[in-house]
């Protein structure tokens, strides 16, 4: 078993303490040892990787993922993709995803019935290359919500982008249907979204019985529920069923923030603040300017959003990074920017986002105890990186920064280990 040490490098270790200069050896796909200080650690029998000064630190965690999301402007242009281009689709997008610093990915919906399953099966096995991954269903809602884009005239099931329930029994049949599948975590559709005309963001659609089933059948097997939850009502009806993973939760009172709190052991927020910034700066070559967007209720959300999500990490609430890139306007692998408008807008010190994608990221992975950190034991998912993120987040969604990928203990994105050493030579000299 060849022993890899990285030496000379500035280290993260992802716990939020302060960085520091050490060594950090890895053998099979485990941190041996971190060593503090240079040369802590003996390099007799390892493979050495210089660093030249360079940062280490976890892989990211991306909390709330779609990569069948095949960068459309629209969730029909993403469903109606054939499914062998899909297929390949996502797994191309695994493998980036990898190679961008992401060596973990919670599934948060995905287009077609299996196309997570797949994906998941396919990295576990060796197939292909791509993060340590956790399976979704299809989004699941109701007539008329998001993700139901059956037409009138065309009421044929696969013409949705979402399943679409009626009723408690039908919700378990759909919900068995996926957990039969394989599915690590079912999709539930409970509010509307600014994106869909009909029902726009602080709507609500889901009935409470239609909830209690999906999350009984889902416990029945030990998976988890997520939520599409963007209305106040709908965060309460997530906390009331015992919902685990909440995606966006922009609208909050008291109560909601409450009941939230009250649960904050046990439950995730991934709000993906990014897509909401993207409408408002970004969508216009998508005939959604500014203007457009104000109309869609964009800004309204983004004021509400970024309200309530100080308020959730000043009550110790977990918020994660990630959400809804891989539409045209948020492009796969810019997730990293989610981490900026952590800093920007939530008021999170640049360490606590880095510890939101890495340590609380591994706590969603619900591998708490041996990922998302740099320690003794741990399994070996390592970044090197070019500079300092605590001084300027955005270098980790520029992959000429990511130096080097590890996950499991293999190298994904191999270091450039002759140039390190000769800027570490250059650098001291």
Known sequence: MTNMLFTNVRIIDGSGAPPFAGDVL???NRILRV???????PTVGATVIDGAGATLMPGMV???????????ATLDGIQRMPLEEHVLWSADVARRYLEAGFTSCVGAACAKPRLDVVTRNAINSGMIPGPRYLAASQEITVAGALGDEMLPHLPFPEFSFGVVVSGPEEMRKVVRMFLKYGVDTIKLNLSGDNFAANAPAETTW?????????VSEAKKRNKRVSCHARSCESIKQAMRHGIEIVYHASFTDEEALDMLEARKDKIFVAPGIGILFAMMDHAAPWGIDRKKAIEMGYEIEIAAAVESLKKMHKRGIRVLPGGDYGFAFTPHCDNARDLEYFVKHLGMTPME??????????????????????????LADILLVDGDPLSNLSI???????LAVMKDGTFYKKPEISSARSRWAASVA
């Open 353 to 378: 986002a880095i510890v939101s994608t890495t340590k609380l990221g591994a706590e969603i992975m619900m591998q708490g105890g041996e990922l998302g950190q740099i320690k003794d034991g741990y």
């Open 396 to 402: 980790l969604r520029d992959q000429k920064k990511i």
């Open 26 to 28: 890895v053998q099979g």
């Open 62 to 72: 991306e909390a709330h993922t779609h990569f069948s999301w095949n960068d459309s």
């Open 206 to 214: 889901m009935a409470d019985e239609e909830v209690a089933i999906a």
């Open 35 to 41: 060593g503090r200080g240079s040369r802590s650690i």
